[in-house]
């Protein structure tokens, strides 16, 4: 038998038609005659997770020139809530009564504009000696003295005004007195300038007893700052109270009893009214109002006498009280000739020391 590679071509291609017809004869033969009624095994289920593809935004045909942006209609502001001011005793459970003061305090009174001075530049030493301090104890009427203040015989003192050098550590500058006193009635001023710092003022008015135990009946002292009231002190003799401008506590109001700068004109002429000469530890006790709660008695010891005159001191009763020391002048009616007023302790000095050819008496 001869091989296939010398069969001739066309021998060959029959050979390979007829094997193709039979291979495709067996494939429909063997789909025709499958058993019938089985079924392919199912697939197990395959999760699958696809991504959706956005359809793209539509392109414009030409890009939009944008316009100037318009911001949006303003609206008005809505009105800021008022701030209540809190007075000093409106921090506490239960508000005690109000209480009077005198007509001329409860006024309206004119709109002034505010110092220009922080507060940063009037330390609580530095606020003269009339000016009661932040460091000042809260009025505690418990301490209050109750019972009648001691009367002494008074000469009331000629009427003048005497000029001032005033010193507070390197603050040099001046202080003024003035009092005046006519048909009954009276008036005290004291100012301090000192550079750097707004004038203060002070101004006690009332009446001046005929009996020789009386001397000065204050009825307001008015402490001010660049002329502007600030706080007062009233002597409500027809009542018989004692009132304040920045608190409601009141106290019993008897005879005698001074405020801060009457008290000064008053110790001079309890002084040029003595009986007897004086010796080293005599004292005068006088009661004395602030005009922001302050009630104490003041008692003034004789610390040294001279033919010049005499020198007083006034110890303090409580931490941040004034300490203060007078040097009267005999040639003079007994008028300061030197005052040192010192928050104790710890406060600077405040020293004023009258001029000379300065003082004149009327």
Known sequence: MSQPSEWPPIRLGLVLAVLGAHVVALQVWSTAHAPRGRTAPAARPVM?????????????????????????????PSPPRP?????????????????????????????VAAPDVSPAELPAAQEGPLLRASSDPTPDPANWPTDPPPRYRVQIPATGSWSYHVEQGL?????????????????????????????????????????????LSPERLLER??????????????????????????????DG??????????????????????????????????????????????VAVSDEGLHLRREPTQPYDWRVELWLA?????????????????????????????????
């Open 48 to 76: 699958r997770v696809s991504l959706v593809p956005q359809a793209p935004h539509p392109v414009p045909e030409s890009t939009p020139t944008l316009g100037p942006l318009t911001p949006p209609p303003a609206t008005a």
């Open 83 to 111: 701030v209540p001011t809190l007075r000093p005793w409106e921090d506490r459970a239960e508000l005690p009564p109000a209480v009077p003061v005198a007509p001329e305090l409860a006024a309206p009174r004119p709109v």
């Open 171 to 215: 603050l040099h500058g001046q202080g003024r007195l003035d009092w005046q006193h006519d048909a009954g009635r009276y008036r005290i001023a004291q100012q301090v300038n000192l550079p750097g710092r707004p004038s203060q003022d002070w101004v006690s008015q009332g009446a001046v007893r005929t009996d020789a135990l009386g001397g």
């Open 225 to 254: 700052r660049r002329e502007r009231p600030l706080h007062a002190v009233n002597f409500q003799h027809d009542k018989g109270l004692l009132s304040f401008s920045d608190t409601p506590l009141t106290a019993p109001l008897y």
């Open 257 to 302: 009893m001074q405020d801060r700068l009457s008290a000064l004109v008053q110790l001079v002429g309890i002084v040029q009214a003595w009986p007897t000469p004086w010796t080293v530890g005599e004292r005068i006790t006088l009661r004395v109002a602030a005009p922001r709660g302050g009630l104490a008695d003041w008692v003034w010891e004789v």
């Open 330 to 362: 005999s040639s003079r009616g007994h008028w300061p000739q030197r005052m040192r007023w010192q928050r104790w302790p710890g406060g600077e000095p405040i020293t004023w020391t009258l001029q000379e050819n300065a003082g004149v008496a009327h």
